[in-house]
C-alpha cells in the first residue's frame, strides 16, 4: 500500500463535505413544488420523422452524411473501425461528429457558509421523461454563439468571463466513445461572491440535496453527474469532515476520499499502466461516409443495423416551449436496449477502492480511458460466445441484494440520444476473489479525483458513477 501527495486547494475540499452533509438546509424548501411546477409547464412534443423530412438538414449527395444547413452543430456520418484485440475485430457503423467543444457548468454560491449548486430545470428531446436536473449552463458552442437564432444562455457570462470568479473545476472531458468521434466538452465549477438573480427554471441546492436526488430514476441527468464527478472532493483529513468511525461500507468510502489514505497502487504505478494500456492497445478508427457503411440500411425513415440490434439512426420534430429555441428538427441516437454500467468496490485495509478497466472505444482522442467494471448492453452479447461477454457482467447480474450499494436507472444525454438509459450500479465484490487481471486496477476515490483534475482519463459512464458513489458519503436519507 502506497500513500499520496495532498490536493492543492486544501479548503475546498472540506466546504464541498459541509455542502454534501446540509441536504436539508433552508433552500431545500419548496423543491418539490418548483419541481412539479416545471415539469407541469414544460410540456414537449418529440414526433418520430424520416430522416429525410427533417427540415433544415440534408443528406449529402456524394457521402449520405446528414448535415445541418448551417454546417454548424453535428453531422451523422460512417466510421471504419479495425480493433485487433476486441471480440469483434473489424466493423462500420454511424456515428456523431460534433467538433465543437460545449461548455457544462455549474454556478456555485455559499448561502448561510454552504455551497450550494445552481440547478436547471431543463428538457431534452431525448428525455424519456420530461424534465431532468441539469447543470446551470450546458451548451454546444453553436447554441451560446446563436447559430440556432434563439434565446441567450442565462448564466453563461459567469463561464465565459471566469477570471472574476473562484473556479473549483474545469477540464476538457470526453463524452461516449462508441456514439461520438471525439466529442469533448468543457466541465465547469464556478463560485461566485456575486448577487445572483435566479431565473424561471433554476434553484439553488446543496450538494447533500443533489445527491439524494441521484437515487431517483432519470431525474439527475447526465451532464450534470459528469460535472458534479468533477468537484475536487477529496483533501487531507476529509474523514475528519465527516466524523466517522468504524470500518463499515460508510467509513470506508469516506476513508478513500481523505488524501492520506493508503492505496493498493501508487498514482506513478497507475499512471505507467493507463500509458502501456494506451500504447499496448491497437485501434484504427477511420471516417467514411455514411453511405459505406457496411451491414447497415435505411428503411422506414431510419437508419437501423440489418440484424436488428444496437441502435438506430432516427429522426425527431420537437417543440419546446421553454428551451431557447421553441422549435427545430433533427437526427437522434436511439438504442434498442438498456444498458448496464457497474463498479465493484472493495474495502481494502480499511479503505474503499473502486474497480476501473482499461477501456478503447473507436471515438476517443486517446484510445483508451478508465470505464467501469462493467459497461455493456447485455443484450448486445446475446448472439456472441461465452468468452466474448464482458468480464464481471455475471457478477454484476447475480449479485445479491446485500452487496447492491447504489441501484438506479440513470438518463444519458438527451440532447443527442433518444430515451438512453443505463442501471446504474454499485456492488461490494467478495473480499476472497482476485479480480485484478491486465485490463483491470484498483482506485481509491482520491486518486480518481486526483485523475478528474486532467482530460481523458475516466470515461463518462464510470464519472457517472463516481458522482452516485459521492452521493453515499452521507449515509442513508
Not at 418548483?34 to 412534443?45: G, I, K, N
Not at 443528406?59 to 444547413?69: D, F, K, S
Not at 424561471?200 to 460535472?227: K, Q
Request: hydrophobic share 40%.
Amino acid at each position: 500500500m502506497t500513500r499520496s501527495s495532498p490536493l492543492t486547494d486544501a479548503g475546498t475540499p472540506a466546504r464541498i463535505a459541509a455542502s454534501v452533509l446540509a441536504a436539508d438546509h433552508r433552500t431545500a424548501e419548496g423543491f418539490d413544488e418548483w419541481l412539479a411546477e416545471q415539469r407541469a409547464r414544460s410540456v414537449t412534443d418529440v414526433r418520430p420523422v424520416p430522416l429525410d423530412a427533417l427540415d433544415g438538414w440534408s443528406r449529402e449527395a456524394e457521402t449520405g452524411n446528414y448535415r445541418h444547413h448551417s454546417g454548424r452543430f453535428f453531422t451523422i456520418e460512417g466510421l471504419d473501425v479495425h480493433m485487433a484485440d476486441g471480440p469483434v475485430r473489424r466493423w462500420s457503423q454511424p456515428i456523431i461528429n460534433q467538433p465543437e467543444v460545449g461548455i457544462l457548468g455549474f454556478l456555485v454560491k455559499e448561502f448561510d457558509g454552504v455551497l450550494h449548486c445552481l440547478v436547471q430545470a431543463k428538457v431534452e428531446p431525448g428525455n424519456c421523461n420530461g424534465v431532468q436536473l441539469s447543470p446551470t449552463v450546458q451548451a454546444t458552442r453553436s447554441n451560446y454563439t446563436g447559430v440556432h437564432r434563439g434565446r441567450t444562455v442565462p448564466y453563461l457570462e459567469f463561464f465565459r468571463d471566469s477570471a472574476r470568479h473562484h473556479v473549483l473545476a474545469d477540464v476538457r472531458q470526453s463524452e461516449q466513445g462508441a456514439r461520438f468521434y471525439q466529442k469533448r466538452n468543457r466541465n465547469m465549477v464556478v463560485e461566485t461572491t456575486e448577487e445572483v438573480e435566479v431565473v424561471d427554471g433554476f434553484h439553488w441546492l446543496t450538494l447533500g440535496h443533489l445527491h439524494r436526488l441521484l437515487a431517483i430514476d432519470n431525474l439527475v441527468n447526465m451532464d450534470a453527474r459528469t460535472v458534479l464527478s468533477c468537484l475536487p472532493f477529496a483533501g487531507l483529513r476529509l474523514a475528519d469532515s465527516f466524523d466517522v468511525a468504524g470500518e463499515d461500507f460508510r467509513a470506508a468510502l469516506i476513508r478513500s476520499c481523505s488524501q492520506e489514505a493508503a492505496s493498493a497502487h501508487s498514482m506513478a504505478e497507475l499512471l505507467s499502466w493507463i500509458t502501456e494500456r494506451r500504447v499496448e492497445t491497437d485501434v484504427y478508427a477511420r471516417r467514411i461516409p455514411l453511405r459505406d457503411v457496411e451491414r447497415w440500411r435505411y428503411a422506414d425513415g431510419r437508419i437501423t443495423h440489418e440484424t436488428g440490434r444496437y441502435f438506430d439512426v432516427i429522426g425527431v420534430d420537437v417543440a419546446a416551449g421553454t428551451r431557447e429555441v421553441s422549435r427545430w428538427m433533427q437526427p437522434m441516437i436511439a438504442p434498442h436496449a438498456r444498458g448496464l454500467v457497474a463498479f465493484l468496490v472493495r474495502d481494502i485495509e480499511g479503505v474503499l477502492h473502486v474497480l476501473v478497466r482499461a477501456h478503447a472505444e473507436a471515438g476517443y482522442v486517446d484510445v483508451v480511458e478508465l470505464a467501469p467494471t462493467v459497461q455493456c448492453a447485455p443484450d448486445n452479447y446475446a448472439h456472441l460466445p461465452e468468452s466474448a461477454r464482458p468480464p464481471f457482467l455475471g457478477d454484476v447480474l447475480a449479485a445479491p441484494a446485500d452487496r447492491i450499494r447504489f441501484d438506479t436507472e440513470l438518463s444519458e444525454e438527451g440532447g443527442r440520444f433518444h430515451h438512453a438509459r443505463n442501471r446504474y450500479v454499485v456492488v461490494e465484490a467478495d473480499e476472497d476473489d482476485d479480480l485484478e487481471g491486465p485490463g483491470f486496477r484498483w482506485l481509491t476515490l482520491h486518486q480518481v479525483v486526483n485523475l478528474l483534475r486532467h482530460s481523458h482519463y475516466l470515461n463518462i459512464e464510470a464519472r457517472s458513477l463516481v458522482a452516485c458513489l459521492h452521493s453515499l458519503s452521507a449515509g442513508p436519507s
